[in-house]
């Protein structure tokens, strides 16, 4: 057989030369043309549900969240298998699909199943879907370095916040991008005890003065001489000085207890 084909290409000399100067134009086609991943995707198609509800226990997270969500998940059509994981404060379920199912499609089904559990989760309590991205979707990890020592780590994680992370997701091709680290700019009120029980004030009537202050509300329009002015109440929290000024009461006397008065800001 092998010497059969040594004769014919022998005698057919320009048919074997055209045969060989066609495989290598497709190959060079091919490889100019075809998709190729630095590391291929072999992931199973999935979508997780994460869930946060800050200060619970994992018992409870599992018994009030994870296990409804999972319960109702398991009757979506072209489902394997569902994965629950249950930590304190967190709540992740990963949805895993049958091969070749549809990523949004997936998506949409989760979100059309999670309308139905709403009122059997806690009040308060919203569930979220993860990035349309799969688990070999990290390519980039990068850090925020101030040289000059002019700014704190509030300030880069700031710059990250609201600035560069909006910057990189309008990029083509980025489905998330999540921060880790640095300080999240916030305020802390540290309550006495000691004083919160002479005033006879209950910690939860403090937080929600605290909550109330920080906000703004609608008036009405007041016209004057043809011309209409927007009457508006601007209370949102801009300093340390603000909250200490917030009023969580009044004494026997009528005079208000200021935040600056239980605690320091």
Do not use: C
Not at 25 to 40: E, K, M, N
Not at 67 to 95: L, Q
Not at 121 to 130: K, N, Y
Not at 194 to 212: G, K
């Amino acid at each position: 057989m092998i010497n059969r084909v040594i004769e014919y290409s022998a005698h057919n000399r320009f048919i074997v030369l055209f045969l060989v100067f066609f495989a290598t134009a497709f190959g060079v086609w091919s490889l100019r043309t075809s998709p190729l991943d630095a590391i291929p995707d072999l992931s199973d198609v999935q979508v997780i549900v994460f869930t946060d509800w800050p200060g619970r226990s994992p018992d409870l997270i599992e018994d009030q969240i994870t296990y409804p969500i999972i319960s109702s998940m398991i009757a979506a059509p072209h489902v394997k298998y569902v994965r629950g994981e249950s930590m304190f404060g967190y709540s992740f379920v990963n949805v895993v699909f049958e091969d070749g199912t549809d990523l949004y499609w997936a998506r949409s089904r989760v979100l059309e199943y999670m309308q139905g559990i709403t009122g059997r989760l806690p009040e308060g309590v919203s569930p979220r879907l993860g990035p349309d991205a799969t688990g070999v979707g990290w390519v980039y990890e990068y850090a925020l370095v101030d040289r000059s020592g002019t700014h704190t780590l509030a300030d880069l994680r700031s710059f990250q916040d609201w600035y560069l992370r909006y910057w990189l997701e309008s990029v083509h091709g980025v489905a998330e991008v999540a921060s880790v680290g640095g300080f999240v700019k916030q305020y802390q009120v540290e309550i006495n005890p000691t004083t919160l029980l002479a005033y006879h004030l209950p910690l939860h009537q403090v937080a929600d003065a605290i909550r109330r202050s920080n906000n703004e509300v609608g008036g009405r329009l007041v016209e004057f001489n043809g011309t209409e002015y927007m009457v508006r109440g601007r209370g949102y929290v801009q300093s340390v000085d603000d909250i200490k000024k917030i009023a969580v009461g009044t004494n026997g006397a009528g005079t208000p207890i200021l935040v600056r008065d239980i605690g320091q800001v």
